[in-house]
């Protein structure tokens, strides 16, 4: 509440079964309500100082404020009962026959200046394909086409009207990784907002989840295709079309919207029941949901949609000072923005995209105005030139197979030999006129393979993701150019200062709020996203744990039993003294701990070496009489059977060890509470391979941004984030109890353990003796089972 009101940046961490989501949700809707009970009297702090206006200047302004406010609470008040009203007469009234009725009407009627000057519709299948000739320059024509391939469509007037009314309105975004973890928070908010008092002057929010295409789609021949790209590609074809024509859509219409809309607008509906109802009223639940967003006060949403700017714009969420954004799991952020700014593609796409563009050009080469023609055959000649690229240096031997290249992109440019391009301009030509889009639509109209005989589409997408990233600041980002024999070239944008695009939303809006169970070390956000923000404008809050100290045992394990020093770094963790005592402490570990023991390794490479070695062993066979044995599967498919096997051997069977990998497929995301797992051991310090270049250009970016800061410890508060996040698994719920074992003796050195989550650090052992650490682990356990 304190950082909303104050407009500050919070860092919020809540340990897994504090209560966290449902202070969030208190915490916001508590703000919500305050704000429409001030309705605005109360000026925003700090502003009666800054202030030299005479008293009777800032009443009035405050009235007017007030007046403003009010009104707007009224508008969006009643809207809302408008809406549930026409929602509970659809639900008697309406019925598919209606629909199809007033969706024949539609057809008929002209949709005046949305499609008259669209050239997709032609008496020849190809002009479908054609490029318009609108000036791509001016700036008002430049998104034309775009608006009518990537936006709503038709009924735009009344978004803008919605737009208007809602725009000053109070919203609260919630971001997280994943839609199961969306649908865990719209839970939380549903029982929330039905115990709290809501009135017409202080509304219940509406809530929305957003979701992609490939989440709502109901037109089966589109959601069946392969991946969310191509489900995007053929929704946006076909309502690019007249709806109610034979090429559009069936559930693309603007009654479908507007009831969907007025449902979400009156319902908190998870994404199931929206994808039912859209079924039912044959209405698209995606363009329903879009539709909804401008009254909807409490998003839940994935990152990408708020991140990621061209996702933000098409989505028309609105940001300003009335705004609050939550982003949970946070330690997650920094990889998903360089992720979404980053990307790669190679030759062989490259040359894909290259035939596709020429049977493009030569197919319409008459009938293109002289700049479309221009600047086709400008994109030609980059593509060209990085195919002449690849080639000039594929004559190169590689070392080691493989050669690497780092390159500003004015560099790159320049070493391509089209410096002389504008690249900005190129890739607004590519933007304004889809030509992705429309260079898939016509080769795959003509069923056209490249030379090889591969499918050019594949490629078109990555290589035009490449050139828009070109954009990029070039100070704060580099291309990576990989050369292999076998697979060609790799360009690689690599994207060494994504928080930009945050800073853009920090600035817009009220508050952002990170949470997370630990974000731990925090200097990791705080560089790599806050770094530009005053320490004053950061609010951290760390909060302890709900169990008692005596339901969890975190020791750092130095020595194996027969006290050989326990530390895995890259020069001795092939050591067979060193595998033979880990398997003797597992071994003894095993003996005394109940029910399920997850061991976490640094990397599959080292898991699988370190395992092929015991099993060999006669170690293994005595393990294997301790508890039953899984293994992290590399292959996703595989992972439930694992998983099911495993919780078997734990509550069926004698138990069972479970070793996996950090930062692998269940280091996060899967919980081992309570049996599953009462013992986490982490084996070494998972550091990231600093011979990477990719993170050797990262870290000299932020050692030239941070000086203070040494390369040293950036490399440690990476590993320790990957540390934290694995040993989150173990405490789940308030009566969960269990052990962590940190197994290398450079865990206990202060400047590695101070890293460590403060609810766990503060009950830390470091003894030097493993005799301590197993009559230890017998007694806590033992405990227990008398409590039992
Ligand atoms: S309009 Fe909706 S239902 Fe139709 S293809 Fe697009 S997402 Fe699917």
Redesign the pocket.
């Known amino acids: 509440m304190n950082v909303i009101e104050t407009g500050t940046i919070g860092i919020l961490e809540s340990p897994t079964g504090t209560g966290k989501s449902l202070s969030i949700v208190c915490g916001v809707l508590t703000w919500l309500r305050q704000y429409y009970e001030r309705n605005g009297i109360e000026k925003e702090k700090g502003t009666n100082e800054e202030t030299d206006e005479p008293a009777w200047v800032t009443e009035f302004e405050d009235s007017l404020k007030k007046n403003q406010t009010e009104k707007a609470v009224e508008r969006f008040a009643r809207r809302r009962s408008l809406r549930q009203h026409r929602t509970l007469l659809n639900r008697v009234e309406r019925s598919k026959t209606i629909l199809e009725t007033s969706s024949n009407k539609k057809h008929k009627r002209s949709h005046s200046g949305n499609f008259q000057d669209n050239k997709l519709v032609g008496a020849d299948p190809d002009d479908e394909w054609l490029l318009s000739d609108t000036v791509f320059k001016d700036t008002s024509i430049l998104s034309s086409e775009k608006e009518q391939l990537l936006t709503l469509g038709s009924g735009n007037e009344e978004m803008s009207e919605e737009e208007d009314e809602c725009k000053e309105l109070p919203r609260i975004y919630y971001c997280s990784r994943t839609h199961s973890q969306l649908l865990q928070f719209q839970e939380e908010v549903k029982r929330t907002i039905a115990n709290m008092q809501w009135s017409e002057k202080v509304p219940r929010p509406s809530v929305l989840i957003l979701s992609s295409?490939k989440n709502?789609?109901?037109?089966e021949k589109?959601?069946s295709l392969s991946n969310a790209n191509l489900i995007n590609e053929?929704?946006m074809e076909?309502?690019s079309k007249e709806p109610g024509s034979p090429g559009c859509?069936p559930?693309?219409h603007l009654e479908g919207q507007r009831i969907l809309r007025d449902h979400l607008s009156s319902e908190i509906v998870d994404i199931e029941e929206l994808v039912n109802l859209g079924k039912e009223r044959r209405a698209?639940p995606?363009?329903g949901m879009k539709r909804a967003i401008k009254s909807s006060q409490f998003i839940l949403l994935p990152y990408q949609s708020l991140l990621h700017k061209p996702t933000r714009e098409s989505l028309r969420l609105p940001l300003h000072s009335n705004c609050i954004v939550i982003f949970d799991e946070a330690h997650h952020v920094v990889d998903a923005l360089n992720d979404m700014y980053g990307a790669e593609t190679n030759t062989q796409q490259i040359q894909s995209c290259l035939f596709g563009l020429k049977r493009y050009i030569d197919c319409y080469e008459t009938r293109l105005s002289s700049l479309n023609l221009f600047m086709l055959r400008q994109f030609h000649s980059f593509l060209e030139s990085l195919v002449q690229f690849s080639s000039l240096h594929l004559k190169i031997p590689p070392i080691d197979g493989e050669t690497q290249n780092v390159f500003t992109v004015e560099d790159f440019v320049t070493r391509l030999g089209i410096d002389n391009l504008n690249i900005f301009k190129l890739n607004e030509f590519l933007e304004s006129k889809c030509l992705h889009l429309k260079l898939i639509g016509l080769l795959k109209s003509r069923i056209l393979s490249d030379s090889n005989g591969t499918d050019p589409c594949q490629g078109i997408h990555a290589v035009f993701h490449f050139v828009q990233t070109l954009k990029q600041p070039y100070s704060k980002s580099r291309i990576i150019v990989k050369f292999r024999k076998d697979i060609g070239c790799t360009f690689k944008m690599l994207v060494l200062h994504a928080a930009n695009n945050l800073t853009e939303i920090i600035s817009l809006v009220r508050s952002v709020v990170f949470v997370g169970g630990t974000l731990e070390p925090l200097r990791d956000i705080k560089l790599r996203l806050l770094g530009t923000f005053e320490d004053s404008h950061i609010v951290h809050c760390s909060f302890d744990h709900v169990i008692p100290d005596s339901h969890i045992l975190p020791i750092i394990v130095s020595r194996g039993p027969t006290r050989v020093p326990l530390e895995f770094t890259y020069a001795t963790r092939e050591s067979e003294i060193l595998i033979h005592e880990l398997g003797r402490m597992l071994l003894n570990i095993c003996r005394v701990v109940p029910g399920g023991v997850v061991v976490f390794f640094s990397s599959y490479s080292y898991c699988s070496y370190a395992l092929n070695y015991l099993q060999q062993k006669d170690i293994w066979k005595l393990l294997l009489r301790q508890k039953a044995i899984f293994k992290e599967p590399q292959e996703s498919l595989e992972l439930n059977n694992v998983l099911d096997n495993y919780k078997k051997a734990v509550y069926e069977q004698q138990g069972g060890i479970l070793f996996a990998v950090i930062g692998g497929k269940l280091s996060e995301g899967i919980n081992f509470q309570d049996d599953l797992g009462r013992c986490i051991i982490v084996v070494g310090m998972p550091f990231p391979n600093h011979l990477s270049i990719e993170l050797q250009e990262s870290i000299n970016y932020i050692t030239g941004m941070f000086p203070s800061v040494s390369s040293k410890e950036i490399l440690e508060d990476m590993c320790m984030k990957l540390v934290n996040q694995t040993i989150g698994r173990t405490i789940r719920h308030i009566s969960d109890y269990g052990a962590v074992l940190l197994v290398d003796q450079r865990f206990a050195r202060p400047a590695i353990s101070n890293k460590l989550p403060k609810w766990l650090r503060r009950r830390l052992a470091f003894p030097d003796d493993f005799g301590w650490v197993l009559s230890s682990l017998a007694e806590f356990f033992r405990n227990f089972r008398k409590r039992v």
Not at 216 to 219: F, G, M, P, S, T
């Open positions: 295409r709502l789609c109901i037109n589109v959601s053929r929704c076909l309502t859509c559930y693309y698209c995606y363009y």
